[in-house]
């Protein structure tokens, strides 16, 4: 299963490995279709491929880390 996501970093996470933790604990692959990082925060379109139940995990856990993940569609960050 495929589910693009619009991904939008806190200045705090901008640093962290949050997206390959969550790929390798969740068995998830990630691909970035577009993305832009500044110095106070960070934004990025990607699809997610995996099973279902692996997904919600997925972006459970980048909610809890702070990421504010929204369902997304096309490949361009306005």
Do not use: H, W, Y
């Not at 990607?46 to 099973?51: T, W, Y």
Request: net charge negative; glycine share 6%.
């Amino acid at each position: 299963m495929n589910r693009r996501i619009k991904l939008m970093f806190p200045q705090e996470l901008i640093k962290e490995p949050v997206l390959f933790t969550m790929a390798k604990e969740c068995d998830i692959i990630p691909n970035i279709r577009r993305a832009r990082i500044a110095e106070d925060a960070g934004e990025m379109i990607l699809e997610l491929i995996g099973e279902e139940s692996n997904l919600d995990k997925g972006i459970r856990m980048l909610e809890e880390k702070g990421v504010d993940v929204e369902m997304a569609e096309g490949d361009v960050i306005e």
